[in-house]
């Protein structure tokens, strides 16, 4: 192992010599494709302009709306974009490196003239999302993003849980939880195609994982939604989380290596052949401790060592008048946490022996087709599925054998198709259907000491659809004037469930710089599948069994948002935003009347039980502020906070606490870079965050004592809180820029305080007492890249 380490710091420091002592200026090339905001088609002509630069450097696009500038030396440049009829667009500090090039499309607004009008500002936002039916509660993020703030890991899970009203239910976890909401209200889409929980060790039905598998190396600009959402959206109660992969270099073979927190990883991108323009995008992860694992290093976790690895792909084969593309992310991942070995207690399942899988994936076959006057056509075909397996010892009661086996899957296939139309400058429609058919399997055994014997709680095989159908019109009365309206409707045809939800949004910037928005909308999301296959044994005699959820409709939350968005000079912004949720229809049970669907979805299990009905209440009510400084010489900030207060109804009709409801968030991240000679950049990053703690149910330890086994204090349900969380984060980045070589070294610190945040409490039948997990101590975290 010692000869293993050596021979790699020696070689990372030959590459370093190497370029280190690399003579002449040092270039990259940058390309892109200029398009319409809404019709994606390309703009001939658009001028690209580098702003400052000095001889002066610009070219045109060409009539496929493609530009390239080559032979430009590596560092940060900001670049005007413009067309006629079109708002100008100005990006700012785009890094260049050598080893790729930085490909870009860069989307323009066509302007909505009025004769008074004689010029038009540059917009220079680049926090506003992709997409423009967005109103209110969206923003943009960029690749960049995840890898600068400290603490995001290079996970765009942890990355959005720096802004206003989002956190995450631990450090364990990455589960996005916005306004109070449950982590099960988020929709995640990858390139239009909605997906399965896409993160490695995710459960049956979560949202969350401790790792995700979206590898950020392969993504693009992408879109982030906490609230009145557009119709394009469905099937979620609190946001939706729109990822967009990028395509392959299509001109030069590129590859990049890693290794770091998130695992050894190589990638490849680079064109199919000369002249094609078709590319390929791939990218492959292993885990990095179980490698070391292997090797004999150990870290004091026993078998609890994360196994893991994901494959990430993309390829693109453009048409005359379109492309096809194909992607696909999947990844396989297990784990051991064995009380029995001492190893477990921080992943909080005291007193337990638990062994982990789950294997979750999705391929998705993409057609876009552009029709003369200003129309597009999307259709894609999409098979996704996810698995989970689990088995659970009680080393106190039955420590041979298991008490909890099961085994679940979910295979789905869908069919969808997008319509987009631009009638004119003010007016654009865009429209789709959707089908998915999902073939589910969930079996799961329980032990029962009494009758010395397994019964079933799940053992159901079937299939059953789900119709989705929305329509959205954005009419521009003027450039600063802006209406969006919809509708989405689904039908679940596994009972008959139908959900019609309206959507309303404006945006009027009633000065320049000053914008007021406004969001209304209707939203429905139906259960966790294995809700409803939930089996309960009704005649013990005959073992008769009954699904008692199977009629369970759509949860509902009724969404208002009111905004204010504010430029302060060039680079700073500032951003209020209050908003109200009326939630109803939600699942409750009259065997545990203070029980709520919405306080689930936050841990490695969740709660449910026979018999639900839809007669309980939700409220989230709260004010988020955010003030920002976009990175400009070399120096950017972030500061978001967050109040709020989150409350549900179970079937007692008594309000209580969500268990999401911290009621309070405060976020602060800043950074500074510096540019060592012409080729190297030293970047610091700080994050501190402060929030209330997590509420919780407390457990009766006298009573679980007496019964030998768990029993919770379900009439203090989320009464109380946990210490208040907090947590400093530190990242520091120095990237060299080599002939056709860039190497990247980082470190992330942290719990830079080793402050104690506790995870959750637990019963421990072994030692009759209540364990409490505490949540990641300080750790450095090194990584290292190299794109060549």
């Given at each position: ?5 050596q021979h790699i710091l020696i070689i990372l420091f030959l590459l370093f010599a190497c370029h280190a002592n690399a003579t002449g200026p040092i270039t990259t090339t940058f390309r892109g494709t200029v398009i319409d905001s809404q019709t994606e088609l390309p703009i001939p002509g658009a001028n690209v302009v580098i702003l400052g630069s000095d001889p002066f450097t610009g070219t045109s696009a060409a009539a496929d709306g493609t530009f390239a500038l080559p032979k430009l030396p590596v560092g940060r440049i900001d670049i005007k974009v413009s067309a006629m009829g079109y708002t ?531 409220r989230n009510i709260g004010l988020e502020m955010t003030l920002e400084k976009f990175l400009s010489k070399g120096f950017y900030y972030l500061v978001t906070a967050s109040v709020f207060d989150a409350r549900n109804r179970g079937y007692d009709n008594q309000w209580r606490h969500s268990a999401f409801n911290n009621n309070y968030i405060f976020n602060a991240l800043a950074g500074h870079e510096w540019k060592l000679g012409e080729r190297s950049l030293l970047q610091l990053d700080l994050k501190g965050v402060l929030a209330g703690g997590r509420r919780y149910l407390p457990i009766d ?88």
């Amino acid at each position: 192992m010692k000869m293993s380490v050596q021979h790699i710091l020696i070689i990372l420091f030959l590459l370093f010599a190497c370029h280190a002592n690399a003579t002449g200026p040092i270039t990259t090339t940058f390309r892109g494709t200029v398009i319409d905001s809404q019709t994606e088609l390309p703009i001939p002509g658009a001028n690209v302009v580098i702003l400052g630069s000095d001889p002066f450097t610009g070219t045109s696009a060409a009539a496929d709306g493609t530009f390239a500038l080559p032979k430009l030396p590596v560092g940060r440049i900001d670049i005007k974009v413009s067309a006629m009829g079109y708002t100008p667009a100005i990006m700012n500090n785009l890094l260049l490196s050598s080893g790729r090039e930085l490909v870009l499309y860069i989307r323009l607004e066509e302007q909505v003239y009025r004769l008074q009008e004689v010029s038009v500002r540059p917009e220079v936002r680049k926090d506003q999302p992709m997409n423009e039916m967005a109103s209110v509660s969206a923003r943009s993020f960029s690749v960049e993003e995840t890898e600068r703030y400290a603490g995001s890991l290079g996970d765009p899970s942890r990355m959005a849980a720096n802004f206003a009203g989002v956190s995450s239910a631990s450090d364990q976890r990455n589960d996005i939880i916005i306004r109070g909401n449950s982590p099960l209200g988020l929709l995640w889409r990858i390139d239009g195609v909605e997906v399965p929980n896409p993160n490695h060790f995710g459960s049956m039905g979560s949202t969350g994982g401790p790792i995700s598998m979206l590898n950020n190396n392969l993504l693009t600009n992408s879109d982030f939604y906490t609230g009145a959402f557009p119709a394009e959206f469905g099937n979620a109660l609190a946001g939706a989380f729109d990822i967009r992969m990028r395509y392959g270099n299509n001109q030069r073979h590129e590859h990049t290596a890693q290794v770091g927190f998130n695992g050894f990883e190589i990638g490849s991108e680079g064109p199919f052949s000369s002249g094609s323009n078709a590319s390929y995008l791939v990218n492959f992860r292993y885990s990095t401790l179980e490698v070391l694992k292997e090797l004999g290093m150990s870290f004091g976790t026993g078998e609890a060592v994360p196994q893991y690895k994901d494959l990430s792909f993309k390829l693109n084969f453009p048409t005359k008048r379109g492309r096809i593309s194909l992607f696909g992310v999947g990844g396989m991942s297990y784990i051991e946490m064995l009380d029995s070995k001492g190893d477990s207690t921080s992943f909080g399942f005291s007193g337990t022996d638990v062994r982990f899988g789950a294997d979750a994936g999705v391929a998705g076959l993409t057609h876009v087709h552009y029709f003369p006057g200003e129309s597009r056509l999307t259709t894609s075909i999409s098979v996704s599925g996810i698995e989970n397996r689990s088995n659970i010892i009680d080393l106190a009661m039955h420590p041979e054998r298991d008490v909890i086996a099961e085994r679940d899957y979910d295979i789905k296939y869908g069919l969808s198709s997008r319509f987009s139309h631009k009638l004119d400058a003010r007016n654009f429609f865009h429209a789709g259907l959707a089908f998915d058919m999902h073939r589910v399997k969930y079996r799961g055994e329980q032990y029962n000491a009494t009758w010395d014997s397994y019964f079933f709680y799940m053992n159901s095989l079937g299939n059953f659809g789900v119709a989705r159908l929305f329509g959205e019109w954005q009419h521009r009365f003027s450039n600063e004037l802006v209406v969006n309206a919809g509708m989405h409707s689904t039908l679940l045809l596994l009972n008959g469930s139908f959900a019609a939800e309206p959507r309303l949004g404006m945006r009027w910037e009633a000065r320049p710089g000053q914008t007021f928005s406004l969001g209304l909308g209707l939203h429905s999301q139906s259960q966790m599948k294995a809700i409803y296959f939930m089996e309960e044994l009704v005649d013990t005699l005959n073992l008769v069994y009954r699904k008692s959820n199977q009629d369970l409709d759509f949860s509902r939350s009724l969404h208002l948002v009111a905004g204010y968005d504010r430029l302060l000079g060039r680079d700073h912004r500032l951003k209020l935003e209050a908003y109200y949720q009326n939630l109803y229809n939600i699942p409750v049970a009259a065997i545990r009347p203070e029980f709520s669907l919405l306080n689930t979805g936050g841990d490695f299990v969740f709660q449910a039980y026979h018999g639900m009905v839809n007669e309980g209440r939700g409220r989230n009510i709260g004010l988020e502020m955010t003030l920002e400084k976009f990175l400009s010489k070399g120096f950017y900030y972030l500061v978001t906070a967050s109040v709020f207060d989150a409350r549900n109804r179970g079937y007692d009709n008594q309000w209580r606490h969500s268990a999401f409801n911290n009621n309070y968030i405060f976020n602060a991240l800043a950074g500074h870079e510096w540019k060592l000679g012409e080729r190297s950049l030293l970047q610091l990053d700080l994050k501190g965050v402060l929030a209330g703690g997590r509420r919780y149910l407390p457990i009766d330890a006298e009573a679980s004592a007496a019964k030998g086994g768990l029993v919770y204090d379900w009439e203090s349900a989320y009464e109380r809180r946990y210490p208040n969380y907090f947590r400093l984060n530190a990242r520091i980045t120095f990237r060299l820029n080599g002939r056709n070589l860039n190497q990247e070294w980082g470190i992330d610190l942290q719990n830079l305080t080793n402050h104690q945040n506790i995870f959750v409490e637990s019963w421990n039948q072994v030692r009759e007492e209540v364990t409490a997990s505490y949540q990641m101590g300080f750790m450095p975290m090194m990584t290292y890249k190299i794109f060549f």
